[in-house]
């Protein structure tokens, strides 16, 4: 610990002193590990590789579903107790202020111990030794509402009494993370019951904190390391699926204005059991612009969701793009999108139809009431803003989509339209999204596929059966 200064280095041998002595945990606290586990559960995939800083005795890790399983703490007291636990996992003493590990990890979770740490800003910066662009840490650390409750038990000998600690808030952690290597991708409000009592926990923690996310016993952030690519804008290859449905005057000119990007782009136009010519206008488009990357393909299932997955199936590139055939979403706009997912700065591109002036006629006032809520309700349900889930444009890596895809069972094949489905399982991975404002245009050709009072209540419907999977859990 040469490399500490004197005040870090004390503060590590007294807690490391104070653990070491310390009694396994108690019924209770290990109740409140397995309610914990079953959140983390829901965030951490079983395929993946674990690394726990400040594991204590394991009583955490031995719930987790992964099969790959990492712990380190500053105790050998806690490592023994921790290998008796879990002989198949991987435990070392160590201070995660200076962090010595010869791999990285999938996930990193630090929980309710980033308060005792010397130094929290250093640990996540030790962090990022073990970590890659695709892995995740997430932490969860107590509310400082519930400081004084904690004082009040520790005083009566309800609590043991732990060394000093920092009682970090949620704004504290977020800027520690931002000043190290870190960015915060979402943060989740969790139980607020932290007992597993029967009936009551279930209604404490599923059905009554939702509402009451401020009241919470344990605060999550998940976070990623803050993007640094060495890419060049034209080392990604793009692929642009257009569903067409009745959109025979839009095809040639999706063709023009999509402008080329990255280091090539192709077309792929699903058409839809069109009324129209649109399939005989692709075809006709296709011979015309020979030396373009042009795939056709006729839909084999219906709803546009479902013309988006057939699509990328048959996709190619690196980057995969969704582009509406009546061209509301300007194709010239799309390099915008390319450059957020190439450099990193977003993982999923949400277009934002709500954030300029839109051309009188492009929606209808109702239907703007509708996008708005819904952009509130994912922005509370998903943990991350997002400002217009409806617009048609999302944009996406291929490797991150056919995880979406993998993965797509946990929520179901129900959404006919593909943005929900895609938002849900960008959210399930833990993907950072952002929007990109664009300039919403009026159609010029054909009318709205869109029913709005019917495909509404599906959306609704929709939006409640996600709810249940990710905030009422």
């Not at 807690?15 to 951490?44: E, G, M, V």
């Not at 890790?61 to 008796?84: E, V, Y």
């Not at 069109?274 to 393909?297: A, C, F, G, H």
């Not at 952002?434 to 050709?445: A, M, V």
Request: proline residues 5%; glycine residues 6%.
């Amino acid at each position: 610990m040469h490399t500490l200064g004197k005040t870090v280095q004390q503060h590590l041998l007294t807690t490391q002193n104070h653990f070491d002595n310390s009694p396994d945990i108690k019924p209770a606290a290990f109740s409140y590990r397995c309610i914990l586990a079953h959140y983390y559960n829901l965030l951490i995939p079983e395929n993946a590789s674990v690394l726990e800083i400040g594991c204590g005795g394991g009583d955490l890790l031995i719930h987790l579903n992964s099969k790959d399983k990492t712990g380190i703490d500053a105790s050998i007291t806690q490592i023994n107790r921790a290998k008796a636990k879990l002989p198949d996992a991987r435990f070392e003493q160590q201070f995660a202020e200076c962090l010595k590990l010869n791999r990285t990890y999938d996930y990193i979770i630090i929980s309710d111990t980033l308060n005792f740490v010397a130094d929290a800003q250093l640990v996540f910066e030790q962090l990022s030794a073990v970590a890659t662009p695709e892995t995740r840490l997430i932490l969860n650390f107590h509310n400082n509402l519930w400081h004084p409750i904690h004082s009040i038990a520790s005083s009566f000998g309800f609590r043991r009494h732990n060394p000093s600690s920092s009682w970090l808030s949620p704004n504290d952690i977020e800027n520690l993370l931002e000043l190290s290597s870190w960015e915060s991708i979402k943060r989740q409000s969790r139980i607020f019951w932290p007992l597993n009592t029967p009936v009551i926990a279930a209604l404490f923690n599923r059905y009554l904190l939702p509402f009451l996310p401020w009241a919470s016993f344990s605060v999550f952030e998940i976070a990623r390391l803050r993007p640094k690519t060495n890419l060049t804008l034209n080392s990604l290859s793009v692929s642009v699926i257009i569903p067409a449905r009745n959109e025979a005057g839009n095809i040639e000119a999706a063709v023009l204005r999509t402008p080329q990007m990255g280091k090539w782009t192709e077309l792929i136009f699903v058409e839809g059991h069109s009324k129209d010519n649109t399939w005989d206008e692709i075809e006709r488009v296709k011979l015309n612009y020979p030396d373009l990357k042009i795939k056709t393909m006729r839909q084999t299932g219906k709803g546009k969701g479902n013309a988006v997955r057939e699509g990328f199936a048959a996709a190619s590139g690196d980057i995969l793009m969704i582009l509406d055939a009546d061209l509301t979403m300007p194709p010239e706009e799309l390099p915008k999108f390319y450059s957020a997912v190439a450099e990193g700065k977003a993982e999923f591109a949400n277009g934002s139809r709500l954030v300029y002036p839109m051309e009188k006629g492009a929606m209808q006032f109702l239907n703007m009431i509708a996008n708005k809520f819904f952009g509130l309700a994912f922005s509370w349900l998903l943990g991350q803003n997002i400002k217009d889930t409806l617009c048609g444009t999302k944009v996406l890596r291929r490797d991150h989509y056919l995880r979406i895809a993998d993965n797509r069972a946990y929520f179901g094949e129900f959404d006919p339209f593909g943005d929900f489905d895609l938002l849900f399982g960008a959210d399930k991975l833990n993907l950072k999204i952002r929007d990109i404002p664009i300039r919403y245009r009026e159609r010029t050709y054909g009318s709205t596929n869109i029913h709005r009072w019917k495909h509404g209540a599906l959306l609704l419907r929709m939006l409640v059966f996600a709810a249940r999977k990710i905030k009422f859990i």
